[in-house]
């Protein structure tokens, strides 16, 4: 039975999430990975953190957000309010970064994937800016270390992508990927073949959480745009930032246009799309296109997502996640903590 | 660099498929994986054996089959005609095993894996036939004697199921599945909806040798029910038979049957599916259903296949793989192989 313990650093939706699926799967860790744990680490954005080196207990934690209340009071000792020297001064084996992605520098996660790294602690992430923006750093970083840095959890939640690759497709080169990787905007298309307007559906995708007060980023195919990068990066091992992306959001498309398609037997959907060609050279793009009924993607619906895989040695592997929440990304939270101690 | 002795029985479409991705495969084994092989057995069904600790020349072996000659040409050793026996006198360290299947017992698969373990070689097979009768012993059998029994080609052709399982998903229990898994039936269904009648279709699913000169196998249900049988045995934990799987094959349906369902916007498929109930009870069934376009299963055309599986972690995680044949199979050998020697 090895014990570990883990700092979590973001503690929104998929960090109380993943704290609930850790005491879920409490007996199973220990029965089938001889994997015991405890939290002892933790820092919100906006209710304080604290640190227990004998453990916090989370139940209390997790009630103590709902009431609105600060961590604060959960801490045994007093610590450094700069985060990375918050890190740094966990009693912790593994750190959990969850904090909101930065598009553009992928900071301050990166900062703080690196101070974990270089504290001995393995690096789990559900954010795709340190991916982006520096996952050839932080590997070779956990290299160095005999640590881990994982990140299942970036890109379609909890989904199986990056493990695959990892583990479960041994020699198998990657040469072209195509899917639906952004919610939002997949919801919004559903919606306007439905006969919403393009500003009502946007409005539902807000309501339940989906997309953000400022939409711009998945309207315009940003977050897709990342996805794309994040995934050539890691899958092509090849540098890759989202600006290299050939990028058409969804503005163009109006609920008429989308009606027409599917009439028609065809749905308009924002297509994720990346190949190595032969010279070499990595070809990426996003924009919204029509797929008829023999395509994979077409049956992809709301905030469902898929990727499709071309490999030297399956022709078309498609992987398709139903219907995510954060339970589902923090289960590749969880993946990633069983994986990195095996 | 770890030297690998490689034994081949069962030298048809797969083997040779196999031996082809492992030459082509050479370089990418030993930069990434430390790992060289010599084919040092090779036993077809009617065209002879050989053995040669020097290692076979895989080429010449592929040549004299095409030439319709006898591999016993390139043996440097004379070997006992009782497969078992052959078996145990092979100096290799991992068997493949691709004889035909054998749906009612599993053998004499079984026997040829069970002699490889006792002899302390992996045992690799991409049929189906041991799964489903002898997968909690041959399991045993290997744990016990430091090797593995694997088995990805078994069900879905090379697509990662087992490993997803075994690697990707861990700590996840699968409640539920459901998917298309026989290629002949889906491809009968398909041609029916284009007009074709049943007889035009099963002649024309022979042509491409997807099935069997006696498709009733396929046609009433049996594969299907095997490959669901697989599917619980291994990743439910649950020793299952087909004969457990409540079966309905595709006779009932016409091709009015079939086209009238598209017009409405619906697709009938030959559809399998599992479920552990709440007693813990395993519930399987194949039989034709409809299904509508907000199913993955609706865009599954001619052979290729889909399982969606539901688990306690992610609620629905589903896997396409496209148009598959005997290199498909192959890589599901390689990655096996690769797996094994890990």
């Not at 919403?196 to 309207?219: K, L, N, W």
């Not at 930032?241 to 009439?263: M, N, S």
């Not at 749905?267 to 990426?284: D, H, M, S, Y």
Request: charged letters at 20%; a neutral charge.
């Amino acid at each position: 039975m090895t014990h570990y313990r883990l700092a979590l650093v973001g503690f929104g939706n998929v960090g109380r999430a993943f704290v609930r699926l850790l005491e879920r799967k409490k007996t199973e860790l220990a029965s089938q990975y001889s994997l015991t744990f405890s939290v002892t680490a933790i820092a919100s954005g906006r209710h304080g953190a604290a640190i227990n080196p004998q453990g916090i207990d989370s139940q209390q934690a997790l009630q103590i957000l709902e009431s609105g209340g600060s961590l604060n009071q959960l801490s045994t000792r007093s610590f450094p309010q700069e985060m990375t020297a918050f890190i740094r001064s966990c009693p912790a084996d593994v750190l959990f970064e969850n904090t909101p992605v930065n598009y553009k520098t992928g900071q301050p996660a990166i900062d703080h994937l690196r101070a974990a790294l270089l504290s001995g602690m393995h690096a789990i992430t559900a954010n795709k800016g340190p991916v982006v923006h520096a996952y050839h750093e932080l590997r070779a970083l956990a290299q160095t270390h005999g640590k881990r840095f994982f990140f299942e959890s970036t890109v379609m939640d909890g989904a199986p992508i990056f493990s695959l690759f990892r583990g479960a497709l041994p020699a198998a080169r990657l040469v072209a990927f195509r899917g639906i990787l952004n919610s939002t905007t997949n919801l919004i298309l559903s919606r306007m073949e439905n006969g919403e307007s393009f500003d009502e559906a946007v409005r539902y995708a807000q309501s339940i959480g989906i997309a953000e007060t400022d939409p711009a980023g998945d309207i315009d195919g940003w977050d897709a745009a990342v996805k794309i990068a994040a995934l050539v990066t890691v899958l092509m091992d090849t540098p890759f930032q989202p600006q290299q992306v050939k990028r058409t959001g969804i503005r163009a498309i109006t609920p008429a246009i989308a009606q027409a398609a599917l009439k028609e037997g065809e749905r308009w959907k924002l297509v994720c799309a990346a190949r190595r060609n032969e010279a070499g050279e990595i070809q990426a793009r996003v924009a919204p296109e029509k797929v008829g009924r023999t395509s994979p993607l077409y049956t992809v619906d709301g905030t469902t997502s898929i990727v499709e895989f071309e490999t030297d040695v399956l022709e078309k592997l498609s992987i398709i996640e139903a219907d995510p929440g954060p339970s589902t990304t923090a289960y590749g939270l969880l993946a990633d903590f069983i994986q990195a101690t095996r």
